[in-house]
């Protein structure tokens, strides 16, 4: 039997061009002899659909889709991912469900068991877990159809009660299929595969494994299927972070159609990516040397294109503009949003103050020229003195402080949103993860945005990810990667001023907020109880301006956002 997986990029409640896409790979599948082709989880409406599954029209949207795709499974067996009602009263309204659809009928339908509900899912929120499993038969075939999560319950300390393949193994099946929507983070491919390896030694049987692809605001898609042989060999691997559709033959355990070329993207060894994932843990010595390796610095770029290219595409807008001060943090952003949308889409915009120095403005100027993006220098000097002649009555000549240095910020965010307002722009925010978790930034100021480029990249990785831009020849000036970081809102003001060096700081934030450790943890590593313990402070008294920030692209296992519930009023820390 040659089965086909078609991995595609969804777009949540556009149902029409769902619907056109799956049709046409259909298609297509049809046309390359293929008996049976798998789409992705929730592949129907796109995943996460979110409180959308409460509207009853919505449904009624999954199901005429379904009607419809039914049609052109004549002569090929198609599984989609689709919501189903649940026919009983007990319980929740809806399953998440993999229909199997063929001749023009429901063959089958198989529901989600395990029902993940933490970091940046809530499927338990929606979805009733299956209580009836059957393997589904097709052209001699026996098929174990599971969802995503329901092939992660293995292991020592099991999240959930029930492993669906414990049900269906014992109806003897011939081969696995998994439909998913398996979000990228860097820390993440690794163990996926590990994951799939391990269910293949375990049921001894061949694994079909379809996960979507693309960008659903913050949380990031990478695709990455693949076909795994009985004794965990791959044997097809699909693309990462680009649609892909390949076919395998069951019987001759090979790729016999694929319309794209291997990827190209550099996967450290299963070994040695083992070895640094266990000792970014336990040496803190080797946890900038992880997050800043070529492997997690090459993902990540290829995540934040995606990112960027998903949101404008799918929220309809083609333009972005940013703000341009001549540092590390708005190069790259300035870079990476030039990759995505093309540089005649991303206006730069240089504001500079009495503080601002020379040299950040000809960098500024440098960078867009390398770019051949559009950019303008508009000047706030006038603007700021403004604000403080009008605001001088009120401050009654207290000494220049924290207050004057916001209205510098602030000032610029008011000019970048009129200019987006004035023109149809998204403002895209360039502010890194090292400032989002410490507070260092101001809110309506340089924390205004409507998506956030970096905001889960650290300020190390912000330094790699230059580099990386710069490896087929000078992009970002290197004047700009090599100056030390400054927020420039006063004479001489550097970051190391209000914070500890990025070097150290990146590894107290990642221990806390990535691996959740607490300050005893963390301290036994060698790292001063000190600044620990200043660090911790200052993340969790910082909560409320997280609590106001824009959408941001998740890279990492714990962004900023969605993915991470902390209180606002919380003492724990602070």
């Known amino acids: 039997m040659k089965i086909a997986l078609a991995q595609q990029n969804y777009h949540i409640g556009n149902f029409e061009d769902n619907t056109r896409k799956i049709i046409g790979a259909i298609q297509y599948a049809k046309s390359r002899g293929a008996d049976l082709v798998v789409f992705s989880e929730l592949s129907i409406c796109g995943y996460p659909p979110r409180d959308l599954l409460e509207f009853n029209d919505f449904i009624n949207?999954?199901?005429?889709?379904?009607?419809?795709?039914?049609?052109?499974?004549?002569?090929?067996?198609?599984?989609?991912?689709?919501?189903?009602?649940?026919?009983?009263?007990e319980g929740k309204d809806l399953f998440n469900a993999a229909w199997f659809l063929y001749e023009k009928q429901v063959l089958g339908v198989a529901q989600k068991t395990c029902l993940p509900n933490y970091d940046v899912f809530d499927e338990y929120r929606y979805f009733e877990p299956a209580y009836h499993w059957e393997v589904i038969r097709f052209k001699g075939k026996r098929i174990a159809l599971t969802i995503c999560e329901d092939i992660w319950n293995l292991g020592d300390n099991p999240l959930y009660r029930i492993s669906p393949m414990d049900k269906l193994i014992v109806q003897q099946p011939d081969l696995m299929i998994n439909i998913s929507a398996s979000p990228f983070d860097y820390d993440h491919d690794d163990d996926r595969l590990e994951v799939l390896r391990a269910n293949v030694l375990k049921y001894k049987?061949?694994?079909?494994?379809?996960?979507?692809?693309?960008?659903?605001?913050?949380?990031?898609?990478?695709?990455?299927?693949?076909?795994?042989?009985?004794?965990?060999?791959?044997?097809?691997?699909?693309?990462?972070?680009?649609?892909?559709?390949?076919?395998?033959?069951?019987?001759?355990?090979?790729?016999t159609v694929t319309t794209k070329a291997p990827a190209p993207l550099k996967r450290a060894t299963a070994t040695l990516d083992k070895e640094m994932r266990v000792s970014k843990v336990d040496d803190p010595d080797q946890i900038i040397n992880y997050l800043t390796s070529e492997k997690n610095i090459g993902e990540i770029h290829q995540a934040l294109i995606l990112g960027i290219r998903d949101y404008f595409r799918k929220m309809g807008f083609s333009k972005a503009i940013l703000g341009s001060s001549g540092g590390i943090d708005s190069a790259v952003a300035l870079a990476l949003a030039c990759e995505a949308l093309g540089k005649d889409n991303v206006r730069a915009i240089?504001?500079?103050?009495?503080?601002s120095s020379d040299h950040s403005v000809t960098d500024a100027e440098q960078l867009s020229k390398n770019l051949g993006n559009p950019y303008?220098?508009?000047?706030?000097?006038?603007?700021?003195?403004?604000?403080?002649?009008?605001?001088?009555?009120?401050?009654?000549d207290?000494?220049?402080?924290?207050?004057?240095?916001?209205?510098?910020?602030?000032?610029?965010?008011?000019?970048?949103?009129?200019?987006?307002?004035?023109?149809?722009?998204?403002?895209?925010?360039?502010?890194?993860?090292?400032?989002?978790?410490?507070?260092?930034?101001?809110l309506y100021g340089d924390m205004a945005g409507g998506l956030s480029v970096l905001g889960d990249v650290y300020k190390m990785q912000v330094y790699a990810l230059a580099e990386y831009i710069n490896r087929n020849g000078v992009i970002i000036p290197e004047s700009i990667i090599h100056k030390a970081p400054s927020a420039e809102l006063r004479p001489e003001q550097k970051d190391s001023d209000s914070l500890p060096e990025y070097?150290?700081?990146?590894?107290?934030?990642y221990q806390y907020i990535e691996r959740r450790q607490g300050p005893k943890e963390i301290i036994a590593m060698g790292i001063d109880e000190a600044i620990v313990k200043r660090i911790l402070k200052l993340v969790n008294n910082a909560e409320y301006k997280r609590n106001q920030f824009c959408p941001i692209i998740r890279v990492s296992s714990k962004a900023f956002g969605i993915g991470r519930r902390v209180p606002i009023v919380g003492k724990y820390l602070s």
């Open 376 to 396: 303008d220098i508009v000047p706030i000097k006038d603007v700021y003195n403004q604000f403080l002649d009008t605001l001088k009555p009120v401050f009654n």
């Open 61 to 89: 949207e999954c199901y005429k889709a379904i009607d419809i795709i039914k049609e052109h499974t004549d002569t090929i067996g198609v599984i989609v991912g689709c919501p189903q009602r649940n026919p009983e009263k």
């Open 398 to 442: 207290l000494p220049f402080g924290l207050a004057e240095e916001n209205i510098q910020s602030r000032s610029r965010g008011n000019l970048l949103m009129a200019i987006a307002n004035k023109f149809g722009y998204i403002l895209l925010n360039t502010s890194n993860k090292s400032e989002l978790a410490t507070g260092y930034g101001t």
């Open 503 to 509: 070097t150290l700081l990146d590894k107290v934030l």
């Open 205 to 255: 049987l061949p694994m079909y494994y379809c996960n979507t692809i693309g960008s659903q605001t913050e949380v990031v898609f990478d695709g990455g299927s693949l076909v795994m042989d009985a004794q965990g060999r791959v044997v097809k691997a699909m693309k990462v972070f680009e649609e892909d559709f390949a076919i395998v033959d069951t019987e001759q355990e090979q790729s």
């Open 350 to 355: 240089l504001m500079p103050s009495q503080y």
